[in-house]
């Protein structure tokens, strides 16, 4: 191909474009000038800085139990619905299929508002309850979508033969059918999990004194003056995301290997 | 049914059927509801029924916002496009393993935190920042050039954030395209162009859409970027709402927006489920 070395180009502009921000601010963070516009010295202060910031911490360990409580809970039910919706026929199950895609495609801020005015109107006090709560209605339909694509119409012909075969609904919803999910039920997990550490918008909106989250903090951090701090956060959290990421690869890798043997 | 089977059926549609309605359906009818009331000096609501929040929506201010915020999540979605589309065609000539690595490689950026990466062109972008300062120091330009705090760092943090969800359905829309389609027309004495325009557009076309979509709404939505990258005065649609909640206390017409944002996307999945895309591949990342 007479273009294959301007395609390489692009492929790799398109790269950059994507790291650009990523690799300045790991960069920065081991910087000594406070500016940002310099690279200076090198200095972990702002690691050390960050440990002591017991605002961003406690931000860090909000976090975690919203994204880790409203990933069960999401993906339970989620997993669980897209089951009933594609075995059982009901009344309004047209409908509650298509409700299921609003979260998915309405602008988040719009389910953020709406969502508090419900919780203004019942009276239940904003905090780590309605977070978590407001994180669940979000995270379900991505699970319903993922698990649902692993439903497919083999899967009914081995549960048909499983009752068949004197099995009854548990039995086969367990042995036969979770099995076969269990890719779309993880994928929809880790979406679940993601989407989850990384809201602004619907945060926003449902927080209350007190329940702060990590993005929220982030978020007036940036607001109020820019602080090396930020820097330190972001290569830390980059580098557990990579951590995560090459430990699933890896292990993928090993199950694909595994499996040709 | 047996036994059994109801209890089966009772326990995985039950949860489904509360979510759907007391945390998607309840909401939004009650803002519904709310789009139609009055509001008091006070930040209160009146229960009175009226007209005037909807009829607010077309006054000459916020229209500019509204034509505005769409202008700038259109312009994102192009750039997105032009981005993801060449991408994908280029890619689709290689081998699958070069097209797993890059789909992951491009997945990357996306699972660190938004807010973070948005920060990041803050650092780059602003008028002392690191675009600024190469230019000066290599003499291209002599005054620092202002590439935020206005609409320009709107669209470049709108298209950075969102860049994800269009190269996705794009590249799964440009790999399915089956190759003997194009080496049959090929071996017709088709023309590239006439390749391109025949086969590859029509083929892609609900992918694009797909990712125009999931680019688009969230640009008039996500506030935070407008609020970090455009600075004070820059609104898009997403800040206004924020606005009538949290400073304004209107939330009538907050609420009456808001369902004016639901209609117009509603509309667009229309046109989608039109050109043949499935709601299932919207929530697909």
Redesign the interface.
Known sequence: ?KHKKL?NI??GL??F??????I??VV?SFNTSK???VFEGFTFDWYKNLFNNRDLIEAFINTLIIAVTSTVVST???T??A???N??D?K?KSF?NL?????????????G??????YT?TKIELGMFTLI?SH??FS???V???V??TLSSTLKTYEEAAKDLGA???NT?FKVTLPQMMPGVISGAI?AF?LS??D??IS??TSGPGSNT??LK??SM??TG?SPD?NA??TL??LA??II?TTS?IIQSRKIVGGTK | M?K??R???F???S???I??SL??????I??FF?SFCKNDSYGGIIYDFTLSNYIAIFDITYLNIFVKSSLIAFIATFICIC?SY??AL??R?RSENLQNL?T???M??F??????????????LRK???VN?ILITSGLIENPLSLMYNNLGIIIGMS?TL?PFMVLPVCSSVFKIDNTLIEAARDLGAKPWAIFKKIIIPETISGVFNGS?MVF??A?????IS??LGGGKAMI??NL??NQ??TARN?PF??AI?IF??II??FL?WIYRKLGGK??D????
């Open positions: 191909m395609k692009f492929i398109v790269l474009f994507l790291y650009l921000p990523i300045v601010l920065y500016m940002n516009i339970i039910i989620g669980l619905g089951v009933g919706l075995k059982y009901f309004f509650i409700l299921i895609y609003i979260p998915i495609v309405i602008p988040e801020i719009v389910l508002i709406s969502l508090l005015s419900i109107l709560l669940i209605a379900i339909p991505f319903i979508v993922s649902r694509s009854n609904s548990m919803f979406l993601t550490l990384d602004v918008v926003y909106f990590l993005p982030i978020y940036i607001k820019i930020v956060l972001s959290m980059l995301t990579m990421l690869a | 047996k059994g089977d209890f089966f059926k326990i995985t549609l949860p489904i059927v979510y759907t945390l998607i359906l309840l909401p939004l009650y803002i709310l981005i060449p991408f280029i890619l000539e890059m992951k490689l491009i990357i950026p699972l660190t935190n938004s807010l973070i990466r948005t920060y990041g062109w803050i650092v780059l002392n920042g690191i300062s950075y860049l979509l709404i969230p008039i939505g996500y506030f935070f609020d970090i649609i997403g709402i924020k909640f949290l939330w907050g609420s808001s944002l639901i996307t509603f999945v709601l299932d919207l929530g697909g990342m």
